[in-house]
């Protein structure tokens, strides 16, 4: 796992849904109708992902808001396969 944290962005598409995606991807995780399923969305990946920073956009494209995601109940032992 990378030191750096997770990070996924919720956004306007072309088309008007909403999309969650990483930063300099071009593919989304998510796509949904709504902004605020699109966060819902966006939650548990990042908290699958060990957590980070949920950035979410308004529908001109800025940045209007942000969050930490505290990461998930992982177990501690580890994978030995």
Do not use: C
């Not at 529908?59 to 992982?74: F, I, K, M, N, Q």
């Amino acid at each position: 796992m990378s030191d750096k944290p997770s990070q996924r962005i919720v956004q306007q598409r072309p088309d008007g849904r909403w999309e969650v995606i990483a930063p300099h991807h071009q593919r989304a995780s998510a796509v949904t109708d709504t902004q605020a399923q699109a966060i819902d969305a966006a939650r548990p990946i990042l908290r699958n992902a060990g957590g980070g920073e949920l950035r979410i956009k308004g529908r001109d494209g800025r940045l209007r808001d942000s969050d930490t995601v505290a990461p998930g109940h992982e177990s501690p032992a580890r994978d030995t396969k």
